[in-house]
């Protein structure tokens, strides 16, 4: 903290007003350092931003005013739209959606890289080669469609004039390795006169390991973390200045979150909570579930049961378990027709000694509606679409028809409202990708809704806080919801990647086994 501080006040001695960028790991980080400089010395025109947002914005100074840049979504579609028109070793994982999502990390790797590492993959030859044209193929079909891809981006940050004036001074706080295409913005900015500093961990330093503790398993670990965050408390350090490391796994997220809150212990951090484990996610991906498939009793019962579906817009909810009870009497297993010809056959009854039709008129009334509701289901479960903007238009038609949360007469948890307008938007984001592929199918556009949806947190961490803004993120969100606050406002909880470059004055690391925290 004293290197930032003494750096910034040298670099401002002349000019109080002198702008200075501060490149930071993550939002995490930002929120913190902003908040420990500002009390150190003040803040005068200092920006702390990402690597990400700091080469996006010199990059896009080079496209022109109708250059786009590629999100990571516009790239796996154009990964997909590139495998499936070209013959390579690697078209096969256009049909498998964790391939082609590793593929494009990889392709990621190699936009970073550069053009050496390329030349020494394709002297390799083989699979090698092959990745490297299908990573071209993706550039000329983004080029092709108007998108930048990362590696023209970060190629025009290393080459666009630069305003020195705008960027200022630039430090790298605790910065991840630096690729070949890092390296090259880097040289770029000090040629152009633009100071660059760094300040990073120094690797012989050990922070002092105060005690080793061994648990039965991951619950009895948190717990024994929970009383002592407790115990630090009394003796006089914060929770903000506390934090408890995790490995990069979603069960130990949701294990840590649930015995804090269960303990009252605040927390900050990422949120446990993604899209698709909300209402509305599980929701949308039963139905795209069900389109196409077998209608099995089972799958539908478990659909009706997971969220408060209705019947039809702004109808009351549906009676999951007599209908359960009625169709499993009846004899459903599986397909339309079932549905339709046993459930009649239920309804019209029969002899009392008989579990399988109907005894009274209020189940013969349940398994008619039934009937009603399945065929009105597979109807709009029997789309017409060819464009990703089709496939969003009737998936958010479906969630009005079937799970409106202002429709509800229970109330919602407010994480649950956040949550409906969330998935709504990842909807729309998706009918973007009409820019970069001309057709789409069920099959791609259910991938692709189930990736963006496992993705994306009930509270965005970009929201953590805004490039340049002092704010913190709305408070509705954060406060209300049962969900991790802004960083300062309880214990930090977070992969050791999400905790790079904060500081704290006391870390507790749980999940310590070579499977899980490696070394």
């Known amino acids: 903290m004293d290197q930032i501080c003494e750096s910034i006040a040298r670099w401002q001695a002349d000019d109080p007003f002198s702008p200075v960028t501060v490149v930071v790991p993550s939002p995490f980080a930002r929120v913190q350092l902003r908040r420990a400089v500002g009390a150190r010395r003040g803040i005068c025109n200092v920006e702390f931003r990402t690597w990400g947002e ?14 786009r840049v590629a999100t990571p979504r516009v ?47 394709v002297e390799h030859g083989g699979r090698a080669e092959s990745l490297v044209g299908t990573l071209a193929a993706v550039e000329t079909h983004l ?12 190629d025009l940050a290393a080459t666009v004039p630069v305003d020195r004036h705008r960027v200022g001074a630039v430090m790298l706080w605790h910065p991840r390795p630096a690729r070949g295409r890092d390296r090259a913005v880097l040289e770029h900015l000090g040629a152009s006169g633009v100071p660059v500093g760094t300040i990073a961990a120094d690797p012989d330093a050990d922070a002092p390991i105060g005690h080793v503790i ?18 630090a408390v009394e003796e006089g350090v914060p929770l903000w200045r506390q934090a408890v490391i995790h490995p990069p796994l979603d069960r130990y997220r ?16 990422p949120s446990p909570m993604s899209l698709d484990r909300s209402v509305t996610g599980r929701t949308l991906v039963g139905l795209l579930g069900m389109a196409g498939g077998e209608w099995r009793r089972a799958d ?30 009846a004899g459903v297993v599986e397909g339309l027709g079932q549905w339709r010809t046993r459930l009649l056959r239920f309804a019209d009854g029969g002899a ?5 039709v109907a005894h009274s008129g209020a189940e013969a009334q349940s398994a008619r509606a039934l009937v009603e509701f399945m065929d009105r289901l597979a109807e709009d479960l029997d789309p017409r679409c060819g464009r990703w903007s089709e496939w969003a238009a009737w998936a958010a038609r479906l969630l009005d028809l079937y799970l409106h949360p202002d429709d509800r007469a229970e109330d919602w948890p407010p994480a649950e409202l956040v949550a409906a307008r969330a998935v709504r938007e990842v909807l729309a984001d998706l009918s973007g990708l009409d820019d970069v592929a001309d057709r789409a199918d069920l099959a791609a556009f259910r991938h692709a809704v189930e990736d963006e949806l496992a993705s994306h947190a009930v509270r965005d961490e970009a929201e953590i806080a805004r490039p340049g803004s002092e704010d913190d993120p709305d408070h509705a969100v954060t406060a209300d919801l049962g969900l991790p606050g802004p960083v300062g406002s309880g214990v930090f909880v977070g992969s ?5 470059g904060l500081m704290f004055a006391r870390v507790y690391v749980v999940g310590m086994a070579d499977q899980f925290l490696p070394g």
């Open 54 to 67: 700091l080469t996006t914005e010199l990059g896009r100074s080079g496209t022109g005013p109708s250059g």
């Open 75 to 121: 790239a796996n579609e154009a990964l997909r739209q590139v495998l499936m028109s070209t013959s390579s070793p690697f078209d096969s994982f256009a049909r498998s959606p964790l391939a082609l999502a590793e593929l494009v990390g990889v392709l990621y790797e190699l936009w970073r890289a550069g053009p050496s590492l390329l030349s020494r993959l």
């Open 143 to 154: 080029a092709e469609h108007g998108f930048a891809d990362p590696g023209r981006l970060l």
């Open 214 to 231: 061994e648990c039965s398993d991951p619950d009895e670990e948190v717990r024994v973390v929970a009383r002592r965050l407790i115990a």
């Open 254 to 269: 949701r294990i840590v979150h649930q015995q804090l809150a269960a303990a009252g212990v605040a927390s900050s951090g």
């Open 300 to 329: 539908v019962m478990r659909w009706l049961g997971a969220a408060p579906i209705t019947n039809g817009p702004q109808g009351p909810r549906v009676p999951v378990n007599r209908w359960d009870a009625v169709s499993a009497r």
């Open 352 to 356: 009392s000694r008989d579990l399988h």
């Open 496 to 500: 050791p990647t999400e905790a790079r």
